[in-house]
């Protein structure tokens, strides 16, 4: 059987940080992987390991210091603005809170719709129908769409930033602690949510936690992190 091709190819990927005296802040050094064709890699490490500095290296939300982020064959970091924009179609990223990340003076179905907008995917009807659609994919009612972010639960709005992330039908998705700031109960809901997702959609997923026990659930492999590294990677 022919071996799945890495969706997702990184090599020596660094990023420093200006520190204070000039000193720069080396938070993430020299990491390697790569990430199958529908795997769920799982990232790991405590606080300040450098997690969340890798997800947002990866899709050039910041700007690595050095190494290649191949995507689909591509190397991102060579990339024009507009290319990455189109890029951007096809990876997303949810975070932690999702209160700050759901704009609160619009609607829910605004949330939904702006990035069918941006990357103008299909007709007005079109838009409307896939909101709709993918409401009902994350659990949420229909009418959801007439309303403001803050009329919902954590776990609700943590759906609709699932929703918000998937309404393009991306092919790899990060989830930056995408459950930790949700009660225990909400959690593994959230957690089932996507995973059922990921298989159905046929995702790729790098899931980032700092909580071994959320990780185990969800990944195919894990990648453990420690002071901007990977120390060890491999099935769970
Ligand atoms: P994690 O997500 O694992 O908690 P981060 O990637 O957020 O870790 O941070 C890794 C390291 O980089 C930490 O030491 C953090 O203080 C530092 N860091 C993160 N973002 C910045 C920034 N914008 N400027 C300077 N240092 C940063
Ligand atoms: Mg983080």
Request: aromatic fraction near 4%.
């Given at each position: 059987?022919?071996?799945?091709?890495p969706?997702l190819n990184v090599k020596h990927l660094?990023?420093?940080?200006?520190?204070?005296?000039?000193?720069?802040?080396?938070?993430?050094?020299?990491v390697s992987f790569s990430i199958a064709?529908?795997e769920?890699l799982?990232v790991?490490?405590?606080?300040?390991?450098?997690?969340?500095?890798l997800?947002?290296?990866l899709?050039?939300?910041?700007?690595?210091?050095?190494?290649?982020v191949?995507?689909?064959?591509?190397?991102?970091?060579?990339?024009?603005?507009?290319?990455?924009?189109?890029?951007?179609?096809?990876?997303?990223?949810?975070?932690?809170?999702?209160?700050?990340?759901?704009?609160?003076?619009?609607?829910?179905?605004?949330?939904?719709?702006?990035?069918?907008?941006?990357?103008?995917?299909?007709?007005?009807?079109?838009?409307?129908?896939?909101?709709?659609?993918?409401?009902?994919?994350?659990?949420?009612?229909?009418?959801?769409?007439?309303?403001?972010?803050?009329?919902?639960?954590?776990?609700?709005?943590?759906?609709?930033?699932?929703?918000?992330?998937?309404?393009?039908?991306?092919?790899?998705?990060?989830?930056?602690?995408?459950?930790?700031?949700?009660?225990?109960?909400?959690?593994?809901?959230?957690?089932?949510?996507?995973?059922?997702?990921?298989?159905?959609?046929?995702?790729?997923?790098l899931?980032?936690?700092?909580?071994?026990?959320?990780?185990?659930?969800?990944?195919?492999r894990i990648a453990?992190m420690?002071?901007?590294?990977i120390?060890e990677i491999g099935?769970?």
């Open positions: 059987m022919a071996e799945k091709m969706l660094s990023k420093d940080y200006p520190g204070v005296g000039g000193k720069a802040v080396r938070a993430l050094n020299d064709e529908g769920v799982g790991v490490g405590e606080s300040g390991c450098g997690k969340s500095t997800g947002r290296s899709l050039r939300l910041i700007e690595p210091t050095e190494g290649v191949e995507y689909a064959g591509r190397d991102l970091l060579t990339l024009s603005k507009q290319e990455m924009k189109s890029i951007r179609q096809d990876m997303q990223i949810i975070f932690q809170d999702p209160f700050g990340s759901l704009n609160p003076r619009h609607r829910v179905g605004g949330i939904l719709i702006e990035p069918l907008n941006v990357h103008r995917v299909g007709s007005r009807i079109d838009r409307r129908h896939r909101v709709a659609e993918i409401l009902e994919l994350v659990g949420l009612p229909a009418a959801s769409a007439t309303r403001y972010p803050h009329e919902f639960s954590g776990g609700q709005r943590q759906r609709i930033a699932i929703a918000r992330s998937l309404v393009l039908n991306p092919q790899f998705l990060i989830a930056d602690e995408a459950v930790s700031a949700l009660d225990v109960s909400i959690q593994s809901q959230i957690i089932n949510l996507l995973c059922g997702l990921q298989k159905r959609l046929g995702i790729t997923l899931f980032i936690s700092h909580d071994l026990s959320v990780i185990r659930h969800i990944s195919d453990v420690y002071l901007g590294r120390v099935a769970v």
